[in-house]
């Protein structure tokens, strides 16, 4: 049974935010508090960027465009028609357009100067709330510190607060011009407090429900009249206490903004056995065997699943212990769809040692790289309870191998367990699941708000944005969007 707005549970830990006690709903609430959502947090919080008077673009199409917008709030701005002809690394416009806002010649190794500057106008504040499982930072407080970015360091940065300068401050350096996963963590979680946005977040909140529902007549004279008719999203879940207690909540707001990520539900094979004790599914649980000596170079070997990033990962965690390492995969080492193949080489020498080593050392030849094996071409059929695992090749041979772990590190899902149908009906393809790459939210790319559910808005992967320097461009789709219409309410 839906509570009216009036009566509405309310966490005492959530009361202390702005809007919350009122009887209105919240105009925004975004769901998740990583990169996405605290970009976003910072624009609504009436942080906008304007174009520098005297900025030179070395695109010469953008740089037509922008010499009218000249100190002009970009936020204000026809998007559609300042991102045409503009190429990058995403698939979304507005996501290359800010990029190169940002980082006019980026893709090209250059730091020329942003075309940006930002002012903090308190009148275009939006009021907000971003709710989060975690500290903000979101799930780059989950991965092992000691790990380096794919991206540089620089690319890592939000508007605001200079990742460098920030870095230098600590007296801390990039390597190869790449951050640890610790310093991006603790980077997010700075930008927050130091910019302000603390009183915007509201960390150690699980979201269980969200679900549209129209205000009833019943309650119109509890609510602001330009909400009444409108369609409202009911956010329920809970608050995680420092006792460990659940605190319920009900909370309302007029739009919803999903920026949960996608880090939150490992892949799995499929395969039979693979929900048994010893097969594991992220990379900390091999941290955790190795610091608690579950494992080591007398161990029968561990299985590693996977030929992207964290798998290589995982593989340098365990050669680091010098414990025997399966590599097994489906593709080719030469596959040009391989990460390895896409990543130069000076810039990531550790991932092309990974890379090197699954092209020289295969389980039918020798070569300098003891205790490791690497399985191309192959697939996992079944885990048993003795931790024998079946590999099969393209040919059909299956081999049998006697392991002490497995981790399959193939990738991972958005959690949208709190949506109907896990969210499901967003997607491009509505019969298959959400996934960032094959089947992310239908969203308008000048917006970001679904095609099926007006007032309720994707960023971040979930909207096919994987990178943090692509992300910041669905973060002023989504401000521009919100504000015309809170433009609209207002003209009505």
């Known amino acids: 049974m839906d509570l009216p707005l009036a009566q509405a549970a309310m966490s005492p830990e959530l009361e202390q935010f702005p809007e919350t006690s009122e009887r209105q709903p919240l105009p925004v609430v975004i769901i998740g508090n990583g990169p996405s959502a605290i970009c976003l947090s910072y624009f609504l919080s009436g942080h906008r960027p304007y174009v520098r008077k005297g900025a030179v673009h070395p695109n010469p199409i953008l740089q037509r465009k922008l010499q009218d917008i000249a100190g002009s709030s970009v936020v204000e701005q026809d998007l559609e028609f300042l991102s045409e002809g503009l190429e990058g690394r995403s698939h979304n416009p507005l996501a290359v357009l800010f990029d190169a806002l940002v980082r006019p010649d980026g893709d090209l190794g250059g730091r020329a100067e942003s075309v940006l500057t930002w002012r903090l106008e308190p009148k275009h504040l939006v009021p907000h709330l971003v709710l989060g499982k975690g500290p903000p930072g979101g799930a780059w407080h989950s991965i092992e510190g000691s790990m380096f970015t794919l991206s540089l360091g620089d690319w890592m940065e939000l508007p605001g607060l200079h990742f460098r300068d920030w870095m230098r401050r600590r007296r801390r350096n990039l390597r190869n011009d790449r951050a640890t996963t610790r310093d991006i963590a603790q980077y997010y979680e700075h930008y927050v407090k130091v910019l302000g946005l603390q009183q915007r977040f509201a960390s150690g909140t699980v979201v269980t429900s969200v679900k549209p529902l129209l205000a009833s007549s019943a309650e119109e004279d509890r609510v602001e009249p330009l909400t009444a008719n409108r369609k409202l999203y009911e956010i329920q879940g809970f608050h995680q206490t420092a006792a460990g207690l659940q605190s319920p909540f009900c909370i309302h707001a007029e739009n919803v903004v999903l920026a949960t990520g996608i880090y939150d539900s490992p892949a799995w094979l499929g395969a039979d056995g693979e929900d048994l004790p010893y097969v594991f599914h992220k990379i900390s649980d091999l941290e955790t065997a190795l610091q608690k000596q579950r494992l080591g170079p007398d161990s029968d070997p561990v299985l590693i699943v996977g030929a992207g990033l964290t798998a290589a990962d995982a593989v340098l965690t365990a050669r680091h212990s010098n414990v025997p390492v399966i590599h097994t995969f489906r593709r080719a080492v030469s596959d040009s769809g391989l990460v390895f193949n896409q990543l130069p080489k000076m810039m990531y020498p550790e991932y092309h040692k990974v890379h090197q080593m699954m092209t020289e050392q295969s389980l039918t030849s020798s070569g300098p790289y003891k205790g490791y094996s690497s399985l191309p071409k192959h697939r996992v059929v079944r ?33 949208l367990s709190f949506l109907p149908s896990h969210g499901k009906h967003l997607a491009l393809d509505p019969e298959q699941p959400v996934n960032s790459r094959r089947n992310p939210i239908d969203t308008d790319p000048f917006t970001y708000e679904s095609v099926q559910e007006p007032g309720l808005y994707a960023l971040g992967p979930l909207a096919g944005d994987s990178f943090v320097r692509f992300l910041q461009g669905g973060a002023l789709a989504v401000t521009a969007s919100l504000l015309k219409k809170r433009n609209v309410d207002l003209m009505d």
């Open 383 to 415: 885990f048993s309870a003795d931790k024998k695992c079946v590999l099969e090749d393209a040919s059909g041979k299956r081999t049998v191998f006697n392991i002490s772990m497995a981790f399959v590190l193939i990738g991972s899902n958005p959690n």
